[in-house]
C-alpha cells in the first residue's frame, strides 16, 4: 500500500511563505514524477509543479518566479518553496506521484495525498 503525506500548509499573509512537504511511503520500486497540484473552490484541480527524477521541473506559468520545487529521491519526498504568496493562491494542495510498484512493470500509478489547506490573507 503506497501514502503520500503532505506537510507544511496553512494561514499566511501575503507577501510571504510556505513550505510544503509531501513523502511517499509504501511498497515503491522507483518514483518518476512528483509534484503538486492545487483546488480552490469552485475550480478545477490544476498544476502547480512538478520534478522528474532526473531533476527537470515544470511549472504553472502563475508559479513561475516565485516557487521552487525540490526533490530527495533518496527519501522519496517532494518539496514545495512557496514564497510572495498571494490570495490566489489560497487552495487545497495536492501531493501527486507516478511510479513503479515493482521492476519490470510497465505501466505507472498515479497516487495522490489527501491535500493540505494553504490559505493566504490579502
Known amino acids: 500500500q503506497v501514502q503520500l503525506v503532505e506537510s507544511g500548509g496553512g494561514l499566511v499573509q501575503a507577501g510571504g511563505s510556505l513550505r510544503l512537504s509531501c513523502a511517499a511511503s509504501?511498497?515503491?520500486?522507483?518514483?518518476?514524477?512528483m509534484g503538486w497540484y492545487r483546488q480552490a473552490p469552485g475550480k478545477q484541480r490544476e498544476l502547480v509543479a512538478v520534478?522528474?527524477?532526473?531533476?527537470?521541473?515544470n511549472y504553472a506559468d502563475s508559479a513561475k518566479g516565485r516557487f521552487t520545487i525540490s526533490r530527495d529521491n533518496a527519501k522519496n519526498t517532494v518539496f514545495l518553496q512557496m514564497n510572495s504568496l498571494k490570495a490566489e493562491d489560497t487552495a487545497v494542495y495536492y501531493c501527486?506521484?507516478?511510479?513503479?510498484?515493482?521492476?519490470?512493470?510497465?505501466?505507472?500509478?498515479?497516487?495522490w495525498g489527501q491535500g493540505t489547506q494553504v490559505t493566504v490573507s490579502s
Open positions: 501527486n506521484a507516478d511510479l513503479y510498484l515493482r521492476p519490470g512493470d510497465r505501466y505507472k500509478y498515479r497516487y
Open positions: 509504501g511498497s515503491i520500486f522507483s518514483i518518476n514524477v
Open positions: 520534478m522528474r527524477s532526473g531533476g527537470s521541473a
